[in-house]
């Protein structure tokens, strides 16, 4: 089992630019979720999902858009990136039998 | 939500108990408190989960009085390799798609 893959690992975009980034999952979770992590900070959550077809907000959802269009996938949107969104971003994955969150290894975003 | 509290740094040395303490004071009914780690450059993995008392692993202990306003991750003789970042997640892991927001995070630096 691959857990949670994210695509790309890094990226270089310049202000204005519009990415998505994308997140699969092969444990078959019905939770998802995006964070990001500012060098030296902890992680904040940006949106989650708790099955295919929702997403609710988390603590910094502004400037993102995300999409959960089956079980495995939660695609995280730039839809016009900003210097402040350079950070590191994590999917994570869960069900309610785990109990715990599953990260995948990260995307390392540079805003220019 | 539960908001959680550690320490942001602790030191130790080889071969120590390292014992690192997170705050929840309004932790509810169905929230569980989870321990996870993070090394530079990756996602964090989980460590231990409890609800009440105590609960041992291979790795850890975790101890929660019987209040649960707080619980306490002990390491035993830690290692080199033990220097990390600690968080403390508190929430209800029973149910799909609950908002799970993470702390600051302790920095654990483990010396020779």
């Known amino acids: 089992n691959a857990g949670v893959t994210q695509t790309p690992k890094f990226q270089v975009l310049k202000t204005g630019q519009s990415m998505t980034l994308q997140c699969a999952q092969d444990?078959?979770?019905?939770?998802m979720y995006w964070y990001r992590q500012d060098p030296g900070m902890g992680l904040r959550l940006i949106y989650y999902?708790?099955?295919?077809?929702?997403?609710d907000k988390g603590e910094v959802p502004n400037g993102y858009n995300v999409s959960r269009l089956n079980k495995r996938e939660f695609s995280l949107r730039l839809e016009s990136a900003a210097p402040s969104q350079t950070s590191v971003y994590f999917c994570?994955?869960?069900?309610?039998?785990?109990?715990?969150?599953?990260f995948g290894s990260g995307t390392q975003l540079s805003v220019l | 939500l539960a908001k959680t509290t550690q320490p942001i740094s602790m030191d130790s040395y080889e071969g120590q108990e390292v014992n690192i303490t997170c705050s929840h004071n309004?932790?509810?009914?169905?929230?569980?408190i989870t321990w996870y780690q993070q090394f530079p450059s990756q996602g964090p993995r989980f460590i231990i989960q409890?609800?009440?008392t105590k609960v041992t692993n291979e790795v850890a202990s975790l101890f929660i009085p019987a209040d649960r306003k707080s619980s306490t991750l002990s390491l035993p003789r830690v290692s080199l390799s033990d220097t990390a970042v600690y968080y403390c997640?508190?929430?209800?892991?029973?149910?799909?798609?609950?908002?799970?927001?993470f702390g600051g995070g302790t920095r654990l630096m483990v010396k020779p």
């Open positions: 994570a994955s869960d069900d309610p039998l785990e109990g715990k969150l599953f």
């Open positions: 444990m078959n979770h019905n939770s």
């Open positions: 999902s708790a099955s295919e077809g929702t997403t």
């Open positions: 309004n932790i509810a009914t169905n929230d569980y």
């Open positions: 409890g609800y009440k």
């Open positions: 997640l508190v929430g209800d892991m029973g149910n799909a798609g609950n908002m799970l927001t």
